[in-house]
């Protein structure tokens, strides 16, 4: 997401806090965050599924972007394939785990 998060990331790595993180590939700074975990093969490497970004808002949650209509099936299937693409381009290797649909509500409650 940010430069700040990406070394936050490997200094936690370094004293043995974090052991492993999860790319957004769509993000601005992936191909930063893919460096830096290219420069120790001990940090588990997942890639964390970006489809939409939904932030809490008066009572409700408010969108804030939409990469796919989540009630399109074939465009959440494309797009994750994309992104499983992207990241194999961008690590060189498969994701060691998925996490997938951060703040998005399903019948009005947020979901991880």
Known sequence: MSDGINAGVMEAHKHGIVTSASLMVKQPKAREAAGLAATDERLGLGLHIDLVEW??????????????????????????????????????????????????????????
């Open 55 to 112: 932030e809490p808002a008066e009572g409700g949650w408010q969108q804030i972007y939409a990469r796919v209509d989540l009630d399109d099936p074939a465009q959440v299937d494309r797009e994750i394939a994309e992104q499983v693409e992207q990241f194999m381009r961008l690590v060189v290797r498969v994701p060691d785990h998925l996490d997938s649909l951060q703040h998005v509500p399903v019948e009005g409650h947020a979901t991880n």
